[in-house]
Nanobody, 116 residues
């Protein structure tokens, strides 16, 4: 089996930056799409950004121009660089990856809090 482990969350002031990382481990075989989702209290989980195996990217309108998703296939890791953070970006951020052998898997989530 495989697992996804996220890191990089925390407390940051408005206008600040964070970089989230999500590393896959286990018997991987191959990974197609990878992405980041978030869920704020009382709201549904929503897509933040995704990236294909060919490095095509997609962003939620609310984060375009501020967030950048990237991946390192050799390390089976996906990153989310978040700049100009706003209080409304506060949420638990979840990593997702679609494994060739195992299907869609989720990380455990990492808290991002934007507050002064």
């Amino acid at each position: 089996q495989v697992q996804l482990v996220e890191s990089g969350g925390g407390l940051v002031q408005p206008g600040g930056s964070l970089r989230l990382s999500c590393a896959a481990s286990g018997i991987i075989f191959g990974i197609s799409d990878m992405g980041w989702y978030r869920q704020a209290p009382g709201k549904q989980r929503e897509l933040v950004a995704s990236i294909t195996s060919g490095d095509s990217t997609n962003y939620a309108d609310s984060v375009k121009g501020r967030f950048t998703i990237s991946r390192d296939n050799a390390k089976a890791t996906v990153y989310l660089r978040m700049n100009s953070l706003k209080p409304e970006d506060t949420a638990v951020y979840y990593c997702n990856a679609v494994f060739t052998r195992w299907g869609s898997k989720w990380g455990q989530g990492t808290q991002v809090t934007v507050s002064s």
